[in-house]
Every structure is written in C-alpha cells, then in structure tokens.
C-alpha cells in the first residue's frame, strides 16, 4: 500500500508533464518509425517497448518520456504473454496506463497501473515498476527488463500471482524471416480464503481455510516473424505496419498451498487445484520439466503518425497438454500511444 501512495502522485505527474508538452510532441516528426514497429512486433507482450528504439534523424540515440494508454485482457504480466495465456480468466478487460523514461543508453523505467472494476468500483489494483535495458544492433537486437508488482492485498483473487519477474529477449535482424529467443521467469503469491465442506462422524462442518497459493514459472520461446510496412497512407510521415509471428513455447511451472488450517480426506489434492485455478489454467499435475507446451500466433497493427501512435494486438495459444482446463487461450491489447 505505501508503495501505491508513492506512485499515484508520480503517474499524476507525469500526466501533467505530457500536457505540458502535448502540442510540442504532435509537431514533432519521427524519422524512425519502421525500427520503432519492428521492435513493437518483436516484443508485442509491452505495452510500450516499441518506443524503446526511438532514434532522432542523424541516427543518435536520444532520451525521451512515453505515455501509453491500453484496454486489454493480459492480466499477469507486463511482458510475456506466455504467461498471460495461463490466466484462468480471459474474460476481464483491464484499462492499463502507462508512463516511461528512456535514456539514450539504453536503459529506461516504466511504471504501469492496472485499472478495472471491482465491486461495482473503478479500482487502481496494481501498479508494475520496470526498469530494462535495450540494444538495437544492425544484425541483432537483445535487451533484458525486471518488473516488480505492487498488488492491492485485499484484492488478491483479483491481481497477478506474481511478484517479480524477468524478461529478456534477442532476435537476428539481417534475414527475411527473423528468428528470435525470448525467455521469462516469475514468482509470486497470493492469498484464497475458502469455506470448505467437510464431514466428520455423519455430521457436516463448515471450515474457513486461509491458503497462500505459491507460483513459480519459466517460459522459453522460439518464433519467427516478419514486419509488413505501409508508407504515407493518410498522409505525409505516417505508417501502418503488421507484424505476423509464429512461436512454439516451452516452459516449467511450480504450484503449491500452504493452509493454515487442517482439511482432512482424500479432496485436499482436488482442493489445492481448485484454488489454484481461480486464477492460473494449469494441468492436473504438478510439472517439474521442462516440457514443450505451447503453440502461438500472434499479430500486431500499427500505425504511426509523428509523435502519436495506434496499435491493436492478437495472440493466440493451444495448449498440448490434454489435462488442462482450457487449452486454448486468446489474448488481446488495443492501445494509443504518444512520445515527447
């Protein structure tokens, strides 16, 4: 909770600093457009990475602030949607502001809240802080982000299970379709309050269980893609590219409840997944390997006009594992964007 009263005032800030500046960043061209939408589509799971390799028109890095606004249905992570695609909910659209600073070395910081209703009431449930840092090479681009999530405890069904997280990606730049490795790691927590049913000697009773479900993940993805770019379709200096990509993932994942209350019987097993899958699409079964278990498609549009961008994003997944509880899953995110 403190850290929330320390970031509202900061995102609050910031909006007034892009007031300030509006009318300056709607004037200003961006000569970089297209390296601007192919690191978009080669980092589609952020919210804002495609402005990471902003460069000015004689080919210097420079720095510059970002404001992002998003409706979308990735709810776990800022970054990755393979794990976004584990969310047992898809159905829950999240607005998701964002606000940035990119040094021209490469290394920036973003943070980014998560805004929906909860209780009939617009809540601000979580905030994600991310510092990272990016290169753009001319054969090669790579950079490498953590994030921190400061969640609402009393809203804890209703936020990510993690807690940290750590992204990093490369993909080769010289061929027509463009291999990329992208890998991610997380952990977490959160807390389940349940009544659970029992029976003892023929009578029934009602047990109030407090649980903390623990989760550890790690995501491996293989894909390849090719940015489509569209030049001066409404005008002078603006851009429309689509970015297909075809990723096969593999991962890891660790599950486990720690109740502070005693269920006897032979459901405790059945109890643990049913917890666990109020917010996270998993497999009947713990996996400790590393397995193959996912095959993606994703797509991305975006248009670019000077300082102001649009982008609608699609991925979709099929799980090969028979035993999970979706096996598919649909992720999607529609944002605006605008740099000064």
């Known amino acids: 909770m403190y ?22 960043a709607q004037d200003r061209v961006l000569d970089t457009m297209a390296l601007k939408a192919e690191l978009y589509s080669m980092k589609n799971d952020s919210l804002i990475n495609e402005l990471r390799s902003m460069l000015d028109s004689a080919g210097r890095n420079q720095s510059f602030f970002s404001l992002n606004l998003s409706a979308s249905n990735r709810l776990f992570s800022t970054k990755n949607n393979a794990f976004n695609s584990q969310q047992s909910n898809a159905g829950v659209i999240a607005i998701v502001p964002s606000v940035s600073y990119f040094h021209k070395s490469g290394f920036g910081l973003s943070a980014t809240g998560f805004v929906r209703g909860i209780d009939a009431t617009p809540s601000l449930y979580q905030i994600a802080i991310s510092p990272s840092y990016d290169h753009i090479g001319e ?3 790579y950079g490498i982000s953590y994030t921190y999530y400061n969640k609402n405890a009393q809203l804890s069904t209703s936020v990510t299970p993690y807690d940290h997280e750590v992204y990093t990606y490369v993909q080769h730049r010289k061929s027509w379709l ?3 490795l992208a890998l991610g790691w997380a952990e977490g927590q959160y807390q389940d309050v349940s ?6 000697n023929g009578n029934y009773f009602w047990i109030k269980d407090t649980s903390n479900v623990m989760i550890n993940d790690f995501s491996l993805s293989a894909s390849i893609s090719h940015p489509f770019s569209f030049s001066d379709l409404l005008g002078k200096n603006d851009m429309l590219m689509i970015a297909p990509q075809l990723s096969l993932i593999g991962g890891m994942q660790s599950y486990s409840t720690v109740s502070r209350s005693t269920v006897l019987g032979t459901r405790m097993r059945e109890i ?23 095959a993606a498609f994703s797509t991305n549009v975006s248009w670019y006009r000077k300082a102001f961008s649009i982008s609608a994003g699609y991925f979709f997944a099929y799980y090969f594992d028979s035993s999970m509880s979706n096996r598919t899953a649909h992720i999607f995110n529609l944002s605006t964007g605008l740099t000064f």
């Open 3 to 24: 850290m929330q009263h320390v970031i509202k005032p900061l995102i609050y800030s910031f909006l007034l600093v892009l007031v300030s500046n509006l009318l300056y």
């Open 139 to 141: 054969k090669a681009m």
């Open 178 to 180: 463009r291999p990329a």
């Open 195 to 200: 009544t659970i049913p029992i029976k003892l």
């Open 272 to 294: 643990e997944l049913e917890r666990i899958r109020k917010l996270y699409n998993v497999s009947s079964t713990e996996i400790s390997s590393f397995t193959l278990q996912t």
